[in-house]
């Protein structure tokens, strides 16, 4: 009798092992993600890529070059809290726009970003972009590298190739360059709070506010 009670118990502490290793591989935090874009659904408005609610009452419209350091900054330190905040709450949304103006490369690397797009990977390829950006070095974005970038990210690299060797946004990207400069960009990074303009990279609380007035 002993023995059948010891054998009842060992099944019931192994059951309880591994129902509770399922429950560990199910953990919220292995199920949060590490980028941007599986945080939130990205999505397009106008040819341009969105991350956030498409109804958002709050727009930020971010115009931004590759090449720039400081572009790099804002989206590795001030984007994120808005994100956090704003953006995962659903009452921001944040739209990414080219202003292209520190050389060919960035041109070529917006057009890629955009390429990048068409297969879900825009925000992949951006932080991609980011990592190895040391500043104004066109070396680091000449079109060989924009293409192995692709592949790191595991891309069709057929299909992405085709779409960056066609230079199919490059029309695109200079479009977005003028209607910035109609707007009144000077610089990057540039951002638009609806229809409240902030210029370079500023103090996080510049921008809650901005977005806290236009909420109101």
Known sequence: ?????????????????VGGAVLLRQSPEEKIPSSPASLIAPGNEDG?????????GVA??????????????????????IIEKYVKTGKVKIIFRDFAFLGE?????????H???????????????????KGHDASA?????????GRDLGLDTSRFNECFDSRRYSQAVKDSFEEGVKMGVKGTPTV??????IDGVQPLNVYEEAIERELK
């Open 1 to 17: 009798m002993k023995g059948n009670l010891y054998i009842f118990t060992a099944i019931i502490i192994a059951g309880l092992i």
């Open 192 to 197: 638009f709070v609806n229809n409240q303009i």
């Open 105 to 113: 490369e960035s041109n070529w690397a917006a057009e890629a970003a």
């Open 48 to 56: 341009y890529p969105v991350l956030g609610n498409p109804k958002a």
């Open 141 to 149: 974005f000449n079109r060989e590298l924009l293409k192995n970038f």
């Open 60 to 81: 930020m419209t971010v115009f931004s070059d590759f090449q720039c350091h400081f572009c790099k900054t804002f989206s590795q330190t001030i984007e994120p809290a």
């Open 115 to 133: 390429c990048a797009d068409e297969q879900g990977k825009y925000f992949d390829y951006v932080e991609k972009l980011h990592s190895v950006q």
